[in-house]
């Protein structure tokens, strides 16, 4: 079956609003949610009492999905709750709303102020923010100091519990607030502070299943900024909790940090700028502690640390987000604080005031450079958070898409087939077939620049079930398979890749750009002939160097 002799779902030849592979148009979708406004204003999760956009037969467990909307989003982004940034909520929400954000969760930095006096004070701005923007799903959350590694991003539907939820997890189970911070091999208190982060995840797995929260979610945040998230700790969160414990970014924030002339010669996007330490896992190289691209080294090596925990057939999602911080060429600076005044004692920076003069900043607006798209089939909080966790998720840097639909489908059978995060079931030898559909970018994008998508490349990886040396970050049997030169294509277009099921259960996930820079990925060109690659220090324009990634599919072969 050629491109031109598609299923009618697929046909290139069809309206772009008829062949809309989500079913409801992601602005369709907002129309609708402008009904359920006051409910999400006053923090309601709602999501029971919103009506499904298209109905999916949970009958046809692994044979097909429901129709889908996407709603675009940012899990990572700080206030003036947090002791580092300087925004307010209303200038964050609205910044999102101008770039397009459906959906965004303010994390702010564990610490004593923001346990004692910010998170309560914080959520009176959180439901006026969500009075001021009935569109917009406004979460609060939390960012973790990991016992024994780094960061992640806590967050939980609204409701009456939710600052309470959040300030108990910080003060019992916050490495920073206990002094549970080291994680280095030679650390008397390592094993020890590693179990903590276990217990923690099921605490708050607990909490869920109580019903004390409708839902909780956690994501690792810029895994190898600093290389102390070891792949043994994240296969561990992951066991511990595999129902809130559900990926990592993919790509942090701080993408403005290397932007040429800027910051400094020794910038790097994502401000990946460190060296293996003391405290770092002493398995991995020199170069984890770059970015790819603009994604974490563990996303971006095909058969890397990503498609070593996949090829175990376990979920394990991406994301990207701003971690908003302070942005670049921004002119407003933080505020002086009143006498006798610190952060420790009120949990909240001063207002920013405006000046004349850009401010230092490695950020990008939530929404301005970095989204995560998530396929959802109502629209609530709840909703988002199904969505994540089901693994329905894509993301681009630049605004490089429109649009992208996933689907993995028998040859022989009608319907929708699987689609991001999903499984299809097969038998050995049956041919199934990939369906890629995108929506390419139609207006410009923050820059000034119309992107343009130049290739899709579709990985693939054998799946091999749980990793006997829990530190492993390789996968020798994933490469990328398949690539398309999609130059110059405009609109929305489906793509059909032909797949065989062989003797063992494999999963299949994307990956393109703009085919600005590539070259030889990780492990060698014949795993990733053209694949993202590091920048020189100082000179890493975000802009000219945009990718989107795709969560796999993964089908399982009867019998393997």
Known sequence: MSEQQLPDWADPSVSPAALDPQGVSRRGLLRRAGLFGAAFALGSAATARTPALAAGDSRRLGGEDPRLAYLVGDHHVHSVYSHDAKYTFSQLAAAGARYGLDWMVFTEHSNFGHADYGAALEHKEILKARAENPRQLIFQGLEWYIPAAEHCTVFTTP?????????????????????????????????????HAVKALKWLSQQRRSGYVDDVLVLANHPLRLGIDSPHEMRAWRDAAPEIMIGMEGAPGAQGAAIPGWRGAASIRGEYENKPSAQSWPGYPADAFLTYGGFDWATATVGGLWDSMLAEGRLFSITTNSDAHRIVFDTWKNGDWPAGQTFDSTGKLPDPVNTDTPQPGSDFWPGQFSRTHVG????????VMAGLRAG???LDHGHLLDGLDVRVKRDREAGRGVTLGGRLRVREGERISLYVTVTTASRPNAQGILPELRHVDVIRGAVRGPATDRDTWKSPDTKVVHTRDVSGRKGTYTLRIPLTAGDESFYVRLRGSDGNRNGTGYLGASVDPHGPVPHAPGDGDPWADTWFYSNPVFVDVAGS
């Open 376 to 383: 959802v089939t109502r629209y609530g909080y709840g909703a």
């Open 392 to 394: 329905r998720v894509w």
């Open 159 to 195: 409701g009456r519990h939710e600052v309470d939820l959040l300030t108990r997890f910080e003060r019992a189970y916050d490495g920073k607030l206990l002094g549970y911070d080291k994680g280095g091999p030679a650390d008397a208190d390592t094993a020890r502070n590693e179990a």
